[in-house]
RNA sequence: GCCCGGAUGGCGGAAUUGGUAGACGCGUUGGUCUCAAACACCAAUGAGGUUACACUCGUGCCGGUUCGACUCCGGCUCCGGGUACCA
């Protein structure tokens, strides 16, 4: 094949890979494993679009450099094929969502094909694949198993909390779960039943039903976790959601909050992204205190606090309008004043509680409680400032130390307290330093914070009226979610007995796992409110111990299927493991791993959480499973929008549309134009002198644009529904505004996040936003070669970019260029065995040296240029000599493998360019003479001289003479690199 | 508000980490080839200035350190992302 023909060469190769299966990885002992791994798809019924590829091309090119190196590479990819748009697209059509899914895996895979992954498609995973789901389900048994026992840092099996039980009672037991709830002796234990001692086991594990207040949905007809949930409305859809309190699977996050935390240490990601998990966790060390009622001193509330130092300055107590003692610490006087005030904060959205920071509001309960260091007498009060969900939902009034206390004590008329000698000006706001000795504070008058601090936590723990607390803005995470298209939990009910007993959660029998999910004549919540499951026949469970009872209607969140799924991938089609031992300890943990920074706070801390869990009950041996981390950067879509005039709304007579300016002449006067657009540059004059008029925004087919002008005559030429609109210019306005005759679009950047399930049913219409561009456009006309090249040459890996189709001209050029050191335009073949010369082989070298350098850095887009500088130079020397050609075919194969192996096997070779490894760059090559070569620039002559370290000063003053160049020396610089100037004065030295 | 990150030509972006700012590519302009186009090739392309050189200015703004600053330090402005009455 002499002539350049992307088309066969892509097919050829991806076939030849297909059939010898060439990229199928075993394990192999002899070589050091490298496991890179991409977050993977849901496969969205909109297919690939330009922005998917960025992150799979990068850890592409990685996985094959890591090959070439001698690596044995794990490099798979599969799909989280669970998730709202298939159930979504199922309601609508009735489409059983597997099908949906299916054809949508269907069009992913070959889309992917195509741009040439060396992906061991064999390993492939489908979270919505029974045979996978089977250990997803079996994961979840095993976190229900278990408990989190504080005392060994770990998780542990059940059984291990009953003999602990069973020596101590609750007393010793350390754990994260309702430890301050529960409380009996061995002796008590030993006298329950097993089904007690199993009702108290539940509030122990690790998965566990808890009466959670939730976020509903009642459009969607389901529960919605936090980061579903933007601005009080849901993410997809933007329905509005309310707080229900529902029964909910709960899994314990919290009791991996400190571990998540100090993980972080062991891993190679990025400051912001740790950043972002440690923000999201939110530990902060600090006390509970409890206040006693002053009506009753049995009965006491509780505050966390971060500030205990600040206990003398308390001179109120707020809590949450929602708090449960609120009702009863309500004087009569005071009853309607609170329950207005309820009433109030409740029909206040989520939205104005957030967006209205700055009000202060709030209402006396009129009851007090006493604080227990000063004695002094508290007022208690609610507001909305204070959040039922934090802490304990209470909060001790600090106004001196404190903003919102502060705004608080001045709105509402209560004392501000001094309680640091070092605090200033507390009459006009808040002073928060720790500085200084404490004053008006009893016990700790004249002491500093830590000291004060230790001495009130100890006291405190003396007198059992509080204790030093960790607090966590982490929750627990709702793990059920009430639709179909998930995993079914493997839970079912007992009976409920005639005496309110009953109706326990069991876990199914392992022998029958996988739970299949039923099907359902609809894919709606049922007419009474239950879950889609609540359609299926049967669902229920006859257990082969005996006893049985329906199974469990909700279904799991998005997240459970992609929070273990790498290891599935080092053993796919294990059947008795999720995957076997052997392969676990090869495979070990993923080296690299690539995705969006979207995930920081839902996926990549659940994903941690299991692998954390798995760890604890030994079926896994890392700590972390991610050791390298990034995000790569959103390539966004540019949309170009054009101001439509509303004639639809717009309250028009004859006499207002001749005022119209633009619309009387090109509507009017010339008769078919049936619409008007206006320049982008119009809009301010219009508003501010037609302010009636009305415009909607409309997207313009991005082919059809220079940047943001409207190339008119060819969008009226190929567009035939754009042929009655009239583009309304700043000099088509009368001679008013005469100055500009282009007509201008409005730009707007597009985020397309690549994603799991982040794929909004909005974003489904960006087809209908014309900015879409399909990655099989580009590879049909440009290549897959040129596609992944330009992809990785448009910026940085981690940065966001704008697409710009025109731009990959450039590569296609120099893939073509590449071509023509091998062949002429006549198809003469021109590769000879030559030596080759210096030059040839600086230039082979410098760019084996960067290409190197640039792939372990991960900086992709400047090796492309490296690529195109030493084929330019090649070029330029004529130089078609096959040693040189080999070895820059090998280092470029991981960007462009079809090309490469094409040229490969041109320059003889029989085998695979896969089994190649990748040359060393030699750096006697690269060496400068810088005296032989002056660089000249501007007509001044500088030159850098790289001296051997050993040189002394003399020695290089003498060459610098010798040279006729001129030399200054830096008082107790080290000579390392100089930089003369001939005849001029001189820079010098690090 | 708080926490991260960023700002360099018409555009995407380079700059060996303090040493010739603008690599590479796009776009634009001029030219060669062609009947013409496409492809390809050559040249120019930060701004001002000049016939051309010279020269001057120039990495968001103000100041500092240094022989030398896109790079380091102090103070701002704007933009992007995350998060939010978190006690």
Not at 565 to 594: G, P, T
Not at 793 to 798: C, D, E, K, S, V
């Amino acid at each position: 094949m002499s002539e350049f023909n992307h088309r066969e060469i892509e097919k050829k190769w991806q076939q030849v890979w297909e059939e010898n299966q060439t990229y199928k990885v075993e394990i192999d002992h002899s070589k050091p494993k490298y496991y890179v791994l991409d977050m993977f798809p849901y496969p969205s019924g909109a297919g690939l679009h330009v922005g998917h590829p960025l992150g799979y091309i990068a850890t592409d090119i990685y996985s094959r450099y890591k090959r070439l190196k001698g690596f044995n590479v794990l490099h798979p990819m599969g799909f989280d094929s669970f998730g709202l748009p298939a159930e979504q697209y199922a309601i609508q059509t009735g489409q059983h969502p597997a099908i949906t899914t299916e054809n949508n895996i269907t069009t992913y895979i070959s889309q992917l094909k195509k741009i040439g992954f060396c992906y061991d498609w064999s390993r492939e995973v489908r979270t919505s694949d029974a045979k996978y789901y089977k250990w997803t389900q079996w994961i979840f048994m095993e976190l229900f198993r278990s408990w989190y026992n504080k005392e060994s840092d770990k998780a542990e099996p059940i059984e291990t909390l009953y003999a602990k039980f069973e020596q101590n009672g609750t007393f010793d037991v350390k754990t994260v779960a309702d430890d301050d709830v529960l409380s009996f002796t061995a002796e008590e234990w030993k006298g329950y039943s097993e089904t007690e001692k199993y009702k108290i086991s539940l509030k122990y594990r690790l998965t566990f039903l808890s009466d959670a207040v939730v976020n509903f949905c009642p459009a969607l007809g389901m529960v919605l976790s936090n980061d579903e949930v933007k601005d009080g409305v849901s993410e997809r859809g933007g329905y509005p959601v309310i707080q229900k309190k529902m029964q909910q699977w709960m899994m314990r996050i919290t009791a991996y909050a400190d571990r998540l935390i100090s993980g972080l240490d062991l891993v190679d990601w990025s400051d912001s992204l740790k950043e972002q998990q440690k923000n999201w966790i939110g530990r902060s060390v600090g006390a509970m205190v409890k206040f006693a009622l002053e009506s009753n001193t049995d009965s006491k509330i509780e505050v966390f606090t971060t500030r205990v130092d600040t206990i003398y300055g308390v001179s109120f107590m707020v809590l949450a309008p929602e708090h449960e003692l609120v009702a009863s610490l309500t004087t009569p006087v005071q009853k309607e004043n609170i329950e207005n005030y309820i009433a109030e904060t409740q029909k206040r959205s989520e939205l104005d509680r957030v967006s209205d920071v700055r009000t202060v509001s709030g209402a006396f309960t009129g009851s007090y409680c006493v604080n227990p260091f000063s004695g002094e007498q508290v007022p208690i009060w609610i507001a909305d400032y204070v959040l039922a969900g934090y802490g304990t939902g209470a909060v001790m009034g600090v106004p001196s130390g404190d903003q919102r206390d502060w705004n608080f004590a001045t709105h509402f008329g209560l004392p501000i307290v001094q309680i640091l000698d070092s605090q200033t000006d507390i009459t006009t706001q808040a002073d928060s330093t720790k500085e200084g000795n404490y004053v008006n504070s009893g016990m700790i008058d004249g002491l500093g914070y830590k000291e004060a601090t230790t001495k009130l936590i100890a006291f405190m723990e003396e007198n059992n009226i509080g204790k030093a607390k960790v607090n966590y803005r982490l929750r627990d995470a709702v793990f059920a979610r009430q639709r179909y298209w998930g995993e079914p939990v493997p839970v079912f009910f007992s009976p409920p007995t005639p005496d309110g007993g009953g109706n326990l959660p069991y876990l199914i029998d392992e022998k029958d796992l996988p739970l299949v999910l039923p099907e359902v004549d609809k894919y709606l919540p049922t007419e009474d409110g239950e879950p889609p499951l609540g359609r299926a026949d049967n669902w229920h469970y006859s257990s082969p111990n005996g006893g049985g009872g329906g199974l469990e209607l909700s279904t799991m969140p998005g997240w459970a299927g992609s929070s273990w799924y790498w290891f599935r991938y080092m053993d796919a089609h294990n059947d008795q493991e999720f995957a076997s031992k052997e392969a676990i300890d090869y495979w070990q943990n993923v080296d690299l791993y690539l995705g969006g920074t979207e995930h920081a706070t839902g996926h990549l801390l659940y994903s941690r959480f299991w692998n954390k869990f798995l760890k604890d009950r030994g079926y896994v041996p890392q700590e972390e499973y991610a050791m390298k981390l990034i995000n790569q950067g959103m390539i966004m879509g540019v949309s170009q929008l054009a101001y439509r005039l509303k004639l639809e709304t717009t309250e028009k007579t004859d006499d207002d549309l001749f005022n119209i300016p633009g619309y009387a002449h090109e509507f009017y006067v010339d008769n078919r134009y049936k619409q008007v657009y206006y320049s982008a540059d119009l809009i301010d004059y219009i508003k501010e002198n037609y302010p009636n008029l009305e415009f909607s925004i409309i997207h313009i087919p991005i082919e059809y644009t220079d940047n943001n002008i409207l190339d008119e005559d060819s969008l009226r030429y190929f567009r035939g529904r754009y042929e009655n609109i009239a583009f309304v210019t700043r000099g088509g306005i009368n001679a008013l505004l005469k100055e500009n005759e282009n007509y201008f679009l409005e730009t707007a950047h597009i985020h397309e996040p690549r994603s799991f399930k982040t794929v909004s049913l909005t974003e489904k219409m960006s087809k209908s936003k014309y900015n879409v561009v399909n990655p099989d456009t580009i590879v049909e006309k440009y290549g897959a070669d040129t596609f992944r090249l330009y992809e990785m040459f448009l910026g940085p890996l981690t940065e966001s970019k704008p697409w710009d189709t025109r731009g990959i001209e450039g590569t296609y050029r120099f893939i073509r260029k590449l071509w023509r050191l091998f062949y002429d335009q006549n198809g003469k073949y021109l590769v000879t065995d030559a030596e080759p010369t210096k030059e040839e082989l600086k230039a082979l070298h410098k760019t084996i040296k960067k290409v190197s350098e640039d792939i372990e850095d991960f900086s992709f887009n400047t090796s492309v240029s490296s690529f195109m500088i030493c084929v330019n130079e090649l070029s330029d020397l004529k130089c078609h000599k096959k040693v040189i050609l080999e070895k820059l075919v090998v280092i470029l194969s991981p960007y462009a493998p079809h090309v490469t192996e094409e040229l490969w096997q041109i320059l003889g070779n029989s085998d695979s360019i896969t089994v190649q490894e990748f040359p060393i760059f030699d750096a006697k090559h690269l060496i400068e003479d810088s005296f032989e070569y002056p660089i000249q620039i501007n007509g001044k002559v500088r030159v850098t001289l790289n001296f051997p370290a050993d040189m002394t000063k003399e020695e290089i003053e003498k060459l610098v003479m010798e040279n006729d160049l001129v030399l200054k020396w830096l008082e107790g610089a080290t000579p390392k690199k100089v930089i003369v100037v001939p005849k001029r004065i001189v820079n010098v030295v690090i």
